[in-house]
Each structure stands twice: as C-alpha cells, then as structure tokens.
C-alpha cells in the first residue's frame, strides 16, 4: 500500500514535500532496473498528468517540462518512502497528487505503466 501526505495549502512561490511512504514489501527488494516511482496529479476537470519519477536502483530521475527546475524528487531506501519537493509553487499546480509505483517496464510518463497508487493527497496554490 502507498500512503500519500504533506499536502496543503499554500501562497504562490511557497513550498510543500509530499510524502509516499509504503507498507509491505519494500521497494529496495524489487532488485529490477526498471522499478520505479511516480508522481501524477490530477486537476478538476482535466485528465491526470505526469509530474516526477525515479528508478529505485540507481536514482536516475525523469520529471515533466511545467515541474523541472521546480520540483525534485527523491527516496529514501531506509524508510522505504519518496518525496516530493515542490518549490516556487504556481496557481496552475494545484491539483490531487498522487505516487504511484511500477514493477514493470514501459513508458515511465504513462499512467498504464503504474501497478499501484496511493489515496492521493490536495494541493492548493493561491495566488
């Protein structure tokens, strides 16, 4: 299971990290190249979109043109969590957030690759 967090609500240019933490078989134990962790939002009235990921093994990270720069993304194989750092926060960011991982291959900005997702947690940017 994967148990989203830390979001909020926040002015325009502030920050938030979210959290997705996961119970169960640890992420380290997976031991494929292509195991990784997503995050997507979804804003109301529009289809969910990809924001981050990272391969487990070996950190390579991946993130969406409208988040570079912005936001990082990172793990943390002893508490078998990643996050989300999001900086300099904009009014088109607010959205649901959710992680979401992948054991299998396949493109790493699609939401059919991701075997599980979490409950998703609000992000508000006021402006």
């Known amino acids: 299971q994967l148990q989203a967090s830390g979001g909020g609500l926040v002015q325009a240019g502030g920050s938030l990290r979210l959290s997705c933490a996961a119970s169960?078989?640890?992420?380290?134990?997976?031991?494929?190249?292509?195991?990784?962790m997503g995050w997507f939002r979804q804003a109301p009235g529009k289809e969910r979109e990809f924001v981050a990921a990272?391969?487990?093994?070996?950190?390579?990270?991946y993130y969406a043109d409208s988040v570079k720069g912005r936001f990082t993304i990172s793990r943390d194989n002893a508490k078998n969590t990643v996050y989300l750092q999001m900086n300099s926060l904009k009014p088109e960011d607010t959205a649901v957030y959710y992680c979401?991982?992948?054991?299998?291959?396949?493109?790493?900005?699609?939401?059919?690759?991701?075997?599980?997702w979490g409950q998703g947690t609000q992000v508000t940017v006021s402006s």
């Open positions: 169960g078989r640890t992420f380290s134990s997976y031991g494929m190249g292509w195991f990784r």
């Open positions: 990272i391969i487990w093994s070996g950190g390579s990270t």
């Open positions: 979401a991982s992948a054991a299998s291959s396949g493109s790493i900005y699609y939401t059919g690759t991701y075997d599980y």
